[in-house]
């Protein structure tokens, strides 16, 4: 499971905006969260208030290691577009299945001009991926996805074939 590093620090977490984030705002964020969720600072929770996620020192602490160092950020956000590209589940779900295959292991349906493997739930092409897909990913050779009859994934590993 993939937790948002964005929602345990309160921040936007959309692709739209997220980018927008600059260093002072994840540093804001994180000293916010802190003060929020230490349980020396926080109020008793009463009966009427509506609960929200409560989020542990460690959980902020790692979010905000994660969010301040521009790689490991960029990295978390390519995680974060895999994971609900080819889904319409949330990126928060586990990813139950997750089986990882060579891009030559998919049959290639050339009047489609896609790759498609069946899936163990008995759809014939369960696993789709198109070229835009591969395109999108090739910088870093690998794309996930879900089946389209379950909740089964496939992570598939690819080389640019300017680069074979």
């Known amino acids: 499971m993939l937790p948002n590093h964005y929602e345990?620090?309160?921040l936007p977490s959309s692709p739209e905006v997220r980018h927008s984030n600059s260093q002072e705002d994840i540093k804001l964020a994180y000293r916010r969260a802190l003060l929020q969720h230490h349980?020396?600072?926080?109020?008793?929770?009463?009966?009427r208030q509506p609960t929200k996620p409560k989020y542990t020192i460690?959980?902020?602490t790692t979010a905000y290691k994660i969010l301040s160092d521009p790689s490991t950020r960029a990295e978390f956000d390519r995680q974060l577009r895999l994971l609900t590209s080819h889904s319409a589940q949330p990126a928060a779900k586990p990813l139950s299945g997750l089986e990882t295959i060579d891009l030559d292991d998919l049959e290639f349906d050339s009047a489609k001009n896609v790759w498609y493997r069946l899936c163990r739930c008995g759809n014939d092409k369960g696993y789709l991926i198109t070229e835009d897909?591969?395109?999108k990913e090739a910088e870093h050779g690998?794309?996930?996805?879900?089946?389209?009859?379950?909740?089964?994934?496939?992570?598939?590993?690819f080389q640019r074939a300017d680069e074979a």
Do not use: N, Q
């Open 8 to 10: 345990v620090l309160a």
């Open 142 to 157: 690998e794309i996930i996805t879900g089946c389209g009859g379950c909740s089964l994934w496939l992570k598939v590993v």
């Open 58 to 60: 460690d959980d902020i």
């Open 133 to 135: 897909d591969l395109e």
């Open 39 to 47: 349980p020396d600072k926080s109020p008793a929770p009463s009966s």
